[in-house]
């Protein structure tokens, strides 16, 4: 099945550097990658929209220079967290879906980041 | 945009006993709902979904139901096992077809299931 790696898994950084994380498609083209952050006991809520080759979509309140996301290939992903802080520490997760696979949706393994 | 709102936020049963989670949505062009299990520090792990072209769908111990007119869909477990307990997410996507959709997700349910 469709399989979309995500890397770090942990990550821990002092506040005011940046973190990348990256997805992975790794057996199909994700045109399309979505973004979310999920806080302790909650939801995942989506932060942006990453299609290959253009400028990400974000949603509303997400701030679009702190959360920085490139999508150079139609399998390759990436979100940089800039100048972050320990109020950006979360559990940051990727979804793309396979068309192959009718309506589903793969996600990466999340990447629990903790800023100190 | 899409709403979903998701009941209850806790559910506790007793191993063996049915499960029913609830959830609504507020957009009727939605027409995929996938539901997903997901265990502390996890990625979602999809356990069922249903189409809007379908009414009800079954997997075993776990079935979903979907009223498009009253725009709700339901997820039931039937004999419940200790191994069921996790946090339940519903979704709602208007990606049937076309160009892929953001999923928009429920606020999720603990189901704890008691030996």
């Known amino acids: 099945g469709a399989v979309v790696s995500q890397h770090p898994s942990r990550v821990i950084c002092k506040s005011g550097t940046s973190v990348k994380i990256e997805c992975r498609s790794l057996?199909?083209?994700?045109?399309?990658m979505f973004w979310y952050r999920q806080f302790p006991k909650q939801s995942l809520m989506l932060m942006a929209t990453?299609?290959?080759?253009?400028?990400?979509?974000?949603e509303q309140g997400v701030e679009k220079d702190k959360f920085l996301i490139n999508h150079a290939s139609l399998t390759l992903s990436t979100l940089t967290v800039t100048s972050a802080h320990p109020e950006d520490s979360s559990f940051y997760i990727c979804?793309?879906?396979?068309?192959?696979?009718?309506?589903?949706?793969?996600f990466g393994s999340g990447t629990r980041l903790t800023v100190v | 945009g899409e709403n979903v709102e998701q009941h209850p936020s806790t559910l506790s049963v007793q191993e063996g006993d049915s499960a029913v989670i609830k959830c609504t949505y507020s957009?009727?062009?939605?027409?995929?709902f996938p539901w997903y299990k997901q265990e502390l520090g996890k990625r979602p792990q999809l356990i069922i979904d249903?189409?809007?072209?379908?009414g009800e769908k079954k997997d075993q111990r776990i079935a979903v139901t979907l009223n498009k007119t009253a725009k709700h869909f339901s997820l039931h477990i039937t004999e419940t096992q200790p191994e069921d307990s996790a946090v339940y997410f519903c979704?709602?996507?208007?990606?049937?077809?076309?160009?892929?959709?953001?999923?928009?997700f429920g606020s999720g349910t603990q189901l704890t299931v008691l030996p």
């Open positions: 249903i189409r809007s072209n379908v």
């Open positions: 057996d199909f083209q994700a045109t399309t």
């Open positions: 957009d009727s062009a939605s027409n995929y």
């Open positions: 979704a709602a996507s208007e990606g049937f077809s076309g160009s892929a959709r953001q999923l928009t």
């Open positions: 990453s299609n290959e080759g253009s400028k990400a979509t974000y």
């Open positions: 979804s793309a879906r396979d068309r192959r696979g009718a309506n589903g949706y793969t």
